[in-house]
Structure formats: C-alpha cells, structure tokens
C-alpha cells in the first residue's frame, strides 16, 4: 500500500470501511487499518527506504472514510462533511448514479445488480488523518498548473486548446497539442511532467483518429517458437504522418517507414522469432508457491498492475513534424465469432508441452457385479 501511494501520489485517499467491526468482515476492517497506517508510512524516509530507488516519499492531504446507510448501519450524521454526487454529465447523457449502477452490477459473483439512480444523492464523509475539509474534498490542495514550476505557458496553451476546440474536427487542435508536448519537455523532471506528457500524447493520437493494433494468428505461442502475426494501422483524419519504424519488444523494422495516407489501413505482415526467454503466460501472484494469507511477488513495481504485462509488444514510431511519439500495442489474439462478431483475447504463451490427463468419472446407480481390482 505504501508503494501504490507513493508512485500514484494522491492528494485525497478515502476508505470505503471504517477500522472497526461496523466493516463487516475482517478484510474491510483490515483495509482501513491498513490504509491509516500507510497513510503515515508513505510519508516516511524510514519506511520501506528499499522503494526510494524508484519513488519518492509522499504525504496525502487526507484521509477520509466515506460513511454509509446499509441496511441496519448507519454510520452517516448531518456533522460529518457532505457532497452532492448525483450530477447529470450531458457529454455522457447519463447521471453519475446511472454510471455507478453499470459498475456495480458488474459484481456477477456476488449478484450485486443494482437498479441506476438519478437525481440528487449525497455522500458523508468522516475524517480520519490529515486536514479535514470544509467545502469541498480538494480544499487545501492546488489542483491548478501552479503546482508545477515553470509552467505557465503550458497553462495558457491549453486554456486556449480548450477555448478553440471544436468536437466536429478534433484533428484541428493537434497542432496547438504538438506544442504542448514541446513546452512539457523543456520542464525539469518530474512527476506530473511525466503524467501530463503521457496524457498529452494520448490526446495527440485520439484527435489524429490513429488506431493501431498487433495481433497473431494463433492463440497460443511457444516461447522460442515462430509467431505469424500482423499490424494495422491507419490515420483517419488529415493530419500529417509519418510510420518512421516498428519495434517488437525492441527489435526495429524500418523497412515499414511510409506516410500514412488519410483513411487507407495499412496491413504489414510482422513474422518474428518469439525470444526464449519469454516467460509463459502465467499471473505474477502466482508465479512462486505462496503460504497461507499472502503472494511472493518478485517485482515489486508489479504491485498495483491488475494484470501482467504483455509478453510481447510492438512499438510504432509515428513522426508528427518534427517530432515522433511512440504507440505501444500488445500483440494479442482476435477472430470472428458467428455470434459475436470481431473477439480479442489475450495471446497465451504456452510451454512448448502440455499434457492433458483424462479422468473419467462412472457413476453406478446400483453396486457393480464384481469389485474392480
């Protein structure tokens, strides 16, 4: 917990169960204990100095429990720091509580659907560590690009994107979002020079209409093993660019160097020795036995990452004037199902055996005639 703090650096940490028995179960009274503990640790130089190499320390403003009313609980009181929540987002056409009703019903293990809520809703709010707020859950914090040294222009040039932008040809604005990117650069180093150079980037290929994907042929590949695969890609807007080159987890191909043409999908067969080394698809929980309560994790920056990440990856250098930004996309699985349509799933490397043991299971309905031997 303590990592995931220091290297996501919130502001404001809100715990869904308070440290006590009115959690429910051990785990959720665990978490919030957890949470206050980490609260503190993150901040720390003494605390875990191991993680330093890769993160600095950070203090959270905040630490809040979001009270609730559940069934026969009901920790809320009219004292405790309250918001609306119920807004309508018109960009979406749906209220929040009809977006937290998808999520909730998602929960198939436990059939937690839930119908949508709209309207006016309000959640309480308990504070925990830290300043407690008096108006709103950010008070206190500069959520502006003041945070940041030597920023200004950055600030200004989006608030003009922003001003300017017209939803009906995104594209127009990737000019004023290349030079962003330019003004992120000369910043020193840092970490929302970092975040907001990704997100920037990200913007740069939505406004292009860029898509871009790697897919093999088969379901399964063997590590050491050939994988016919192909990329697809295609600029769907009249923007200028230009595929400089192509890397499969750092092996280039620039014999695939072509301006990409508006609307036209490009095609390129991507045949390549899969390295030895790629380690079999298998959850890096998992990959060491573990004892009761807990996972051997062998990379800790893994920790927070919900899943693994790709074996295999393909780079596109993609030239935007004078400058060039990277796309990555995992190399992964898709067919065409009757039903379904176009289906993705994820590429499997697997060992180069397997061996399936057949069980079968006789079920008698009365004793047999004589006892097998």
Known sequence: MVWVIRKFRPDVIICRFPADSRAGHGHHTASAMLAAEAFKAAADPTQYPEQLKSVEVWQAKRLLWNTFNFGSNNTISEDQFKMQVGAYNALLGKGYGEIAAESRSQHKSQGFGVPSGRGNATEYFQTILGDAPAK???????????????????AQQIQAINKDYRAGDPSASVPALLAVRKSLLALPDGYWKTQKLKETEQLIIACSGI????????????????????????NRSNVPVRLEKVTYNGTGNTSLARDLAFNELNTIPADFPI??????????????????????IRDNAMVGYPENKPSLTATFFLRFGDQTITIQRPFIYKFTDPVKGEVYSPLVMAPPVVAYLQNQVYVYTRPPRRPFL
Request: charged share 10%; no cysteine.
């Open 136 to 154: 709103d859950l950010m008070d206190g914090i500069n959520t502006t690009w003041a945070r940041v040294p030597g920023s200004n222009a950055v």
């Open 211 to 234: 898509w871009a994907e790697a897919f093999s042929s088969a379901a399964e590949v063997v590590p050491g093993g050939p994988m016919k695969s192909q990329l697809q890609l295609i």
């Open 275 to 296: 390295p030895a080394a790629t380690p079999t698809s298998q959850p890096y929980w998992l990959q060491d036995a573990h004892p009761l309560g807990a996972y051997i």
